[in-house]
T-cell receptor, first 114, second 115 residues
């Protein structure tokens, strides 16, 4: 059974700092990995999707990398801003699912203070 | 940008009652999902739905739960005989395709409180 773990559970940084969030998964035979952002009491906003054959994806100040063989992904946020404060979730699909069931980590709560 | 819409945003119900949570997926999407998140816990998969039938479900999705797409636009989750432990945020999601490059779009959720 796939298990997804995120480290750290919480992170507090000053504005402007670069930071890295970590995600690990127990079964490396994933199909893809997706990073989401969740604001308090709100839904999930997709940030980046990395297919299993890819090594990284970038969107603006965000860069996600994937090392499938070691079961790890990182989300790098450059020049953090207070508006980046949220919970960041990673989720994987596969193996053992044909219809794309996501297995989530517990999230990293990020606080960026001015 | 297209959105997944969920209603209501918050539902309070008495234990034992039936509730229906509603979702309008993105119009050209073909794959539909329900997930839930109990406060302080991970987001958990409940069910996937394709071609008007359930394609996959979790052990959480017992016979009190059902889904349907009654009119080609709405996608509903019905919970009968609600229990206190059903209290959670319920998220609807949709995808255009199950191809590897296709991600999920989630709705903003319905917070269900069973009292």
């Amino acid at each position: 059974k796939q298990e997804v773990t995120q480290i750290p559970a919480a992170l507090s940084v000053p504005e402007g700092e670069n930071l890295v969030l970590n995600c690990s998964f127990t079964d490396s035979a994933i199909y893809n990995l997706q990073w989401f952002r969740q604001d308090p009491g709100k839904g999930l906003t997709s940030l980046l999707l990395i297919q299993s054959s890819q090594r990284e994806q970038t969107s603006g100040r965000l860069n996600a990398s994937l090392d499938k063989s070691s079961g790890r992904s990182t989300l790098y946020i450059a020049a953090s801003q207070p508006g980046d404060s949220a919970t960041y979730l990673c989720a994987v699909t596969g193996p053992g699912t044909s219809y794309g069931k996501l297995t989530f980590g517990q999230g990293t709560i990020l606080t960026v203070h001015p | 940008e297209p959105e997944v819409t969920q209603t209501p945003s918050h539902q309070v119900t008495q234990m034992g009652q039936e509730v229906i949570l509603r979702c309008v997926p993105i119009s050209n999407h073909l794959y539909f999902y329900w997930y839930r998140q109990i406060l302080g816990q991970k987001v958990e998969f409940l069910v996937s739905f394709y071609n008007n039938e359930i394609s996959e479900k979790s052990e959480i999705f017992d016979d009190r739960f059902s889904v349907e797409r009654p009119d080609g636009s709405n996608f509903t989750l019905k919970i009968r005989s609600t229990k206190l432990e059903d209290s959670a945020m319920y998220f609807c999601a949709s995808r255009l395709s199950r191809g590897l490059s296709y991600g999920y779009t989630f709705g903003s959720g319905t917070r269900l409180t069973v009292v």
